[in-house]
């Protein structure tokens, strides 16, 4: 089974107080998931960018750009919690 994909969709650029504008993670961020190993581990961490988002108001094409790496991956899209967006 492929493993979930990185909330990171190839933007980064640092210009939100040290945190991209294309995922919303910062360096550290993106360094601890690619240390995630466990499924259920890295599908939570894709929750934690989406309430990071809702909270900087994040980029709006991340979603889809987001499903569209899961797809090329063969990995279905982290199921949303409620109160994201």
């Known amino acids: 089974m492929a493993k979930t994909p990185s909330p990171c969709i190839d933007v980064c650029k640092f210009r939100r107080a040290g945190h991209c504008i294309g995922c919303s993670m910062t360096k550290a961020q993106k360094k601890a998931f690619k240390e995630l190993s466990s499924p259920p581990a890295r599908a939570a961490y894709v929750g934690l960018v989406r309430t ?34």
């Open 52 to 85: 990071q988002q809702v909270a900087m108001g994040g980029y709006d094409g991340w979603r889809a750009a987001y499903a569209r790496k899961c797809a090329k991956k063969g990995v279905a899209v982290p199921p949303e919690k409620s109160g994201e967006r």
